[in-house]
């Protein structure tokens, strides 16, 4: 995700409000609930991982990470791009 670091934190929380508003749109309150615990878990999962990595590269005395391996080619906003689509086109079908 090397897309991170060029967006700068207003357009970064823009990003996810307008991904928020446009899920909310055809879902009921349930499902709403439902997709945001959803997203709430995908938050913690990182979150996780990054504090666990930061207690590594503490004690390790590096600041590398051991997640290069996930890092893909294709640029953050495109990125994002499909990620909405992929979920507009699941939630289509419900």
Request: charged share 15%.
């Amino acid at each position: 995700m090397n897309f991170l670091p060029k967006i700068n934190a207003f357009e970064f929380t823009t990003i996810a409000f307008v991904i928020g508003i446009i899920l909310c749109d055809d879902l009921t309150p349930a499902e709403q609930n439902s997709v945001g615990n959803f997203f709430m878990l995908v938050g913690q999962v990182l979150s996780t991982n990054a504090s666990q990595q930061q207690v590594i590269n503490n004690y390790n005395k590096t600041s590398s990470s051991s997640n290069t391996h996930i890092v893909g080619d294709e640029t953050g906003i495109d990125s994002i791009k499909k990620a909405v689509n992929i979920i507009n086109e699941n939630l289509s079908k419900y």
